[in-house]
């Protein structure tokens, strides 16, 4: 028996010899695309759809598996697959080496979190970061921008300016459809919140269907998405109001966001200093460097740190169309139309000291000023957004026509001007993309412009006739100029997105031609005119042509993303005035390098770096040799070259959110050094500033280093927001004849809540603090002035439709060696909903302390000033308001 049991053993054991000799062992590794291990995916061997063996990656992401020995060698597949991560199948072709798995995130799963109950949520999909508005809106809340200034992660500026965990949105889009541009603005004061049902946050967005996942972008976006319902009807808020001291307030709009076709179309009109100018903000406008800009003005102080509501005493009227419509295979017509008109007027006194080595200069005014736009804009788009073709085609029109008048004292001296100025502005953009039968992307671009601009200012009676008229008493003097200009960009791109890199080269040609006339003239008692010097007139010609090259490589990788840019810019530019026998031109030869990259060290959050080197040469007006009377206290001329920049700009970042506990934090430093060939030298007294630009080196070094935080408390139903600030900036100043150098720091930290107590009771508050410190190494004295600006408002909901808001702002800033300033301003208002009607009536007091005057200070350099405006009163109006 024992024989037998040893032979039966003996035959067991060769069997198993023979099939482990026979059997084959596969391993491998999962890791997910930031390189960490995916642990217990599912790994799957199959024949065709049969699995024939199965194991799990451990908790390092490594994985065996037996190959049975009568599997099909021929017809295996390894089948990886774990929740939130896109399903991967490869085939086996041999044993010997591993199969490493590097796993990439299902947008649709892993990276979706949903906040259940009834608690806020967020959605992260993605670059996409989604707010349910009904999680943050509160019953006094009436259009979605009340909305999003609540949302963890969002600040809004006081004009209206959005950024994202520190960064300013590119866009805002309505149901994905570009409808405004960047002047969202319309949106955010228009558009209800009912009707919006998240608000999503893009980044890493790239508007350009073709170039997704191609070129590298580090735009963030906003989107609308707006509710089902809302989709299949006109909305609408249409509100008539009247008030004292003899006010008024009207409003009619009319919005469609259906898929095929969206508008926000109103008239607007108000005299209770609500600025409707600000819908016609463009949020990321940048001036072209080589279009003119306005020479002449009234020479005012500008406006107090206040919210415009608060001094604006105007009479304005807007209306603004806008409408787009979708039509077949992702084409696009857009149209946007606008008229603005307004009488404003300013009153204030001025005191301003600059401090020039151990001496003083002083001035005092009193000014009343008026002032009278009319602004009229139009643009037409086509728009073509196909994954293999795009197109687009934006015809631009503006006409602004501005009168001015200023009624002031200067130094004891009464001046009165009278400014006009008329813009016309005409261009066409053209951009063409196709992608070629070998998947590369050809690029055709084309930029036309027109501008003329001219400008007239008078001054009476007998300014300064010491200065301008030989010390010989006289009428007025009168400034005219003009600057017409002609330009065009034309460039052809080719882009070859070859693996994981897209190499992109382009090659171009801009033109532009310029003209710069003046003249400055005196006119005697006797009524007869002359010009105030043989050089107060300027017929300035000019022209720059350049040829310029450029290679782009982009690496849109789901760890890194970067991008390295290498243009190669040829200029030409001759510039030349008959009179002061001036004919002079200069060609360069420029290498402008730029670079980004960005590290996504985990699902959410990254790291980022920028750096910049650019040369850029100076305009028209910075050559032209006649005097110039700008305002009643700036003379200026130029006695240089061509000035020559070269400004080199670095920065770093790192940018962190929680979507599931609602926390976003970000960091940014940021360093930049201008050198230039040229410096302004300006000439000052009590009465006049004369300047003139000297060939002298010129550098100027800031450093920016900023944080910001917000936090949603779920106990506390409360968004947190806190931010800090540091900068510094050295530059040299001439004046007088003394070479000053200055360092002007500032610092500032803000905080905030937002508070959902309940659906009766919400409040906010927000304080932010701010020192300016201006100190010269020539001087030992150094100026400084601090502020701090608090906010802070609540909302009561006693009934369902009885809603009561009181706010409040309080202004502190202490000065050296003067009295401290303290304002403090509240407003209260309360609406009524008629329950079975779409009304709402409402009653409002604005500066409820009825405070009629407020004094702002600035320093900048060494330059302290402080104006004393007046401001509209208490200004109490009633509000009908119906809903379509």
């Keep these: 028996m024992r024989a037998l049991h040893k032979w039966v053993g003996a035959f067991i054991f060769w069997m198993l010899m023979v099939v482990l000799c026979h059997a084959q062992t596969i391993k491998g590794t999962v890791i997910d695309s930031l ?76 990276q979706t979190v949903t906040i259940k109950n009834n608690r806020p949520q967020l959605r992260l999909g993605g670059d996409t970061l989604s707010y349910k508005v009904s999680d943050f809106a509160s019953a006094q809340d009436r259009v979605i921008g ?81 509710k089902k319902d809302a989709k299949l009807q006109l909305v609408g808020q249409e509100t008539a109001g009247a008030g004292l001291p003899g006010n008024y307030y009207g409003e009619l709009n009319g919005m469609m966001f259906k898929d095929k076709y969206k508008a926000i179309n109103y008239i607007k009109g108000n005299n209770v200093g609500t600025d409707v100018s600000n819908d016609l903000l463009s949020h990321n406008f940048s001036q072209d460097p080589d279009k003119p800009n306005t020479v002449l003005s009234l020479g005012t102080a500008g406006d107090p740190d206040l919210p415009r509501n608060r001094y604006l005493f105007n009479r304005s009227g807007l209306v603004n169309l806008n409408n787009l419509v979708n039509l077949k295979n992702n084409t696009q017509l857009r149209a946007n139309l606008s008229y603005f008109h307004d009488g404003q007027r300013q009153e204030y006194d001025k005191t301003s000291q600059i401090k020039i080595g151990g001496t003083n200069i002083n001035y005092t005014e009193n000014q009343y000023n008026q002032r009278r736009p009319d602004v009229l804009h139009g643009q037409f788009l086509i728009n073509v957004n196909q994954p293999k073709y795009y197109l687009n085609n934006s015809f631009v029109t503006d ?19 009278r400014l006009k100025d008329n813009l016309l502005d005409i261009s066409n953009e053209f951009n063409m993309m196709r992608t070629l039968k070998n998947n590369n992307i050809l690029e055709v671009y084309s930029n036309l412009n027109h501008t003329t601009e001219p400008e007239n200012l008078v001054i009476d009676p007998n300014l300064n006739p010491g200065t301008f008229n030989g010390g010989t008493n006289y009428s007025s003097l009168t400034q005219n100029t003009n600057i017409p200009n002609w330009s065009t960009n034309n460039y052809v791109s080719y882009r070859v997105p070859s693996g994981s890199i897209t190499q992109s080269y382009r090659a171009g040609f801009s033109a532009i ?160 050094h201008i050198y230039a060939n040229t410096i302004s030298s300006s000439l000052l ?183 004393t405006y007046t401001i509209p009163g208490r200004i109490v109006l009633a509000k009908l308001m119906f809903n379509l």
Excluded: C
Excluded at 51 to 60: E, F, L, M, Q, W
Excluded at 728 to 737: D, P, R
């Design 146 to 226: 009340d909305v999003i200034k609540k949302l963890p992660g969002i600040d809004v500026a006081k004009d209206g300016k959005i950024s994202y965990n520190g960064k300013s949105i590119s866009n805002l889009y309505i149901g994905g459809d570009n409808l405004l541009d960047d002047k969202y603005n319309v949106a955010t004061s228009s558009i209800p919140h009912g009707v919006v049902d998240e608000v999503q946050v893009m980044e890493n967005h790239q508007p350009i269907k073709m170039l997704k996942d191609k070129v590298v972008s580090d735009d963030v976006a906003l989107n609308l998405t707006i």
């Design 35 to 110: 390189n960490k291990p995916v642990p217990f995916a599912s790994v799957n061997l199959k024949s065709g759809n049969l699995i024939v063996a199965y194991t799990t990656s451990g908790d390092k992401g490594v994985f065996t598996l037996q190959v049975p020995a009568d599997a099909d060698k021929s017809k295996l597949q390894l089948e990886i697959s774990s929740i939130g991560y896109k399903k991967e199948v490869r085939p086996v072709v041999g044993f010997n080496t591993p199969y490493n798995f590097k796993m990439s995130g299902a947008v649709h799963q892993l």
């Design 685 to 867: 007294s009590n009465n006049i500033t004369q300047r003139i630009v000297l060939p002298f080196d010129n550098n100027i070094d800031s450093w920016n280093f900023s944080g910001n935080t917000s936090k949603y408390s779920f106990p506390l139903r409360t968004t947190f927001s806190a931010g800090l600030s540091y900068s510094t900036t050295k530059l040299n100043q001439i004046q007088n004849g003394q070479t000053l150098p200055y360092n002007t720091i500032s610092k500032s930290a803000s905080l905030g809540a937002d508070t959902k107590a309940s659906k009766a009771v919400n409040f906010s508050y927000r304080a932010a603090y701010s020192q300016t410190v201006s100190k010269s190494s020539a001087v030992a004295t150094s100026s400084k002035f601090e502020r701090l600006i608090q906010t802070g408002s609540v909302n009561y909901a006693p009934l369902t439709n009885l809603f009561l808001t009181v706010s409040g702002d309080h202004y502190f800033t202490h000065q050296e060696s003067a009295n401290d300033l303290k304002y403090i301003f509240a407003d209260a208002s309360v609406r009524y909903k008629f329950k079975k009607t779409k009304l709402d009536l409402e009653l409002s007091a604005q500066n409820l302390f009825d405070t009629k005057t407020y004094t702002a200070v600035y320093l900048s350099a060494n330059v302290y000033t402080s104006s």
């Design 513 to 672: 031609k310029q003209t710069l006339s003046s003249d400055l003239t005196v006119t005697q008692l006797n009524g007869s005119t002359n010009l105030f010097s043989d050089t107060a007139r300027n017929n300035l010609n000019w022209r720059r042509n350049r040829l310029y090259g450029e290679a782009s490589y982009d690496y849109p990788g789901a760890v890194w993303k970067v991008n390295v840019t290498l243009p190669l810019n040829f200029q030409d530019t001759h510039y030349d005035d008959g009179f002061y026998k001036l004919d002079k031109g200069l060609s360069r030869l420029y290498f402008n390098p730029r670079a980004s990259v960005k590290f996504q060290s985990g699902i959410e959050n990254y790291f980022t770096a920028n750096y910049s080197f650019r040369n850029s040469i100076g305009n028209i007006q910075d050559v032209y040799r006649g005097y110039i009377l700008s305002n009643y206290r700036s003379l200026g001329a130029n006695n240089a070259d061509l000035t020559e920049r070269q400004s080199q700009n670095a920065g770093i970042g790192f940018n962190y959110h929680k979507a599931i506990t609602l926390f976003f934090f970000g960091l940014n430093a940021s360093y930049s």
């Design 399 to 417: 006409y602004n026509h501005n009168t001015g008048y200023s009624s002031l004292i200067s130094n004891g001296a009464p001046v009165n001007q």
